[in-house]
């Protein structure tokens, strides 16, 4: 199966802030670019033992990983990557490849979906996400050639798929980038499937965004406890239902006010890195993502909000919608900056009022 091209690395925006940190990526991408890839990996896993939350390195140690041909290891670079910064696009669509190039296609979609999720202006996922469902109906429609060699409607869709791929003039990749290839040169794996359709030739990705406060430019980056198959959650008391009750003409105004005084008022919070009140934003009956505990998530928050010098977080355009048990689910674009970081990106907060006070009982991103 023909590849679309592992993106090569995430912007350097978010390295500039500091030299040394910029240096010691510099020259991991210097030796990825003379083609010494064991050199290159010994030195990032060096910078990672004493930066192990440095999403920048991490990513280019996926794409040294792919270059050496350890995929399963790239996966679960990527994967990890993911995991503690689901806001970064990039590590959902270099998934997807990696996934494709296995014929793992639906793996492969879910990744690019959530690449999309993440980013929804990230044009290379929904190119690539196109092509995955060309290539599973692809597939479906040779099944129904080998149930069926008479299905004329089928044959004639199979050759219109395979006809369009040709004629885009993508050709087979390589299956590794030439040693003297620059990192955004490509990086394929050699096709498995049947009916071969080639995910799209590589653009520049957008800008990375991300939502944490704490990506890897200056400093490394903060503990998160990660979830695990063993830890469970811990129990939390369900928050009284909110009572629903006709509202006078002006309450819904009123109700959409107070609504957004939390959420400026949690963002206020975060700005001002007070953490207590921070926290103070969210109910019992809030869940950290990814089954994390709630004491381990407070504790890697805390430390999220804390090492930064300064942070301003700005809420644009808060949407409310109000569901019919009386949360408020509130979409808004986060934009996000510290001295070692910008980014903006799709926000989703769902409230529940408890003893007239409106607290975070949810919160994704995305909307």
Do not use: C
């Not at 998934?95 to 879910?110: E, I």
């Not at 798929?161 to 990086?187: C, D, N």
């Not at 030739?201 to 957008?206: D, I, L, R, S």
């Not at 009022?353 to 975070?360: A, E, R, V, Y």
């Amino acid at each position: 199966m023909n590849l679309r091209r592992i993106l090569p690395a995430l912007t350097v925006a978010l390295l500039l802030s500091s030299s040394v940190f910029a240096g010691e990526q510099q020259e991991i991408v210097k030796l990825v670019k003379q083609g010494q890839y064991p050199q290159a990996l010994e030195r990032a896993d060096k910078f990672l033992a004493s930066n192990p939350r440095d999403a920048q390195v991490r990513f280019q140690k996926g794409l040294i990983l792919v270059e050496l041909g350890r995929t399963s290891d790239a996966i679960r670079v990527f994967t990890q990557l993911s995991e503690d910064y689901p806001e970064l696009p990039e590590p959902y669509n270099n998934l997807a490849v990696l996934y494709a190039s296995q014929n793992q296609l639906d793996k492969s979609r879910q990744a690019l979906e959530m690449a999309i999720q993440t980013h929804p202006s990230y044009a290379v996922a929904h190119e690539n996400l196109g092509d995955i469902y060309a290539k599973m109906a692809s597939q479906a429609y040779d099944k129904a050639l080998q149930l069926d060699r008479n299905n004329a409607a089928a044959k004639t869709k199979l050759s219109l798929i395979r006809e369009l791929f040709t004629q885009t003039g993508v050709t087979a990749p390589k299956s590794s980038a030439p040693a003297s290839a620059a990192p955004a040169a490509a990086i394929a794996v050699a096709p498995k499937a049947p009916a071969p359709i080639p995910l799209a030739p590589p653009v520049k990705p957008a800008a990375v965004v991300a939502a944490a406060p704490a990506a890897s430019a200056g400093k490394a980056l903060p503990q998160a406890k990660p979830a695990t198959v063993a830890e469970t959650r811990p129990e939390t008391k369900a928050e009284p239902k909110p009572e629903v009750k006709a509202k006078a003409a002006d309450e819904p105004d009123a109700e959409n006010d107070e609504v957004l005084r939390a959420v400026n008022g949690w963002a206020q919070a975060w700005s001002d890195q007070k953490v207590p009140a921070y926290l103070g934003y969210y109910g019992k009956a809030f869940q950290p993502p990814k089954g994390e505990s709630r004491s381990g998530w407070e504790s890697a928050r805390k430390d999220r909000i804390s090492r930064p010098k300064q942070i301003d977080v700005d809420v644009d355009s808060p949407r409310i919608k109000f569901n019919e048990d009386g949360r408020a689910v509130v979409t808004f674009t986060q934009h996000y900056r510290s001295d070692s970081l910008k980014s903006s990106t799709g926000k989703t907060l769902v409230l529940a009022k408890n003893n007239g006070k409106w607290l975070i009982v949810e919160e994704r991103v995305g909307r």
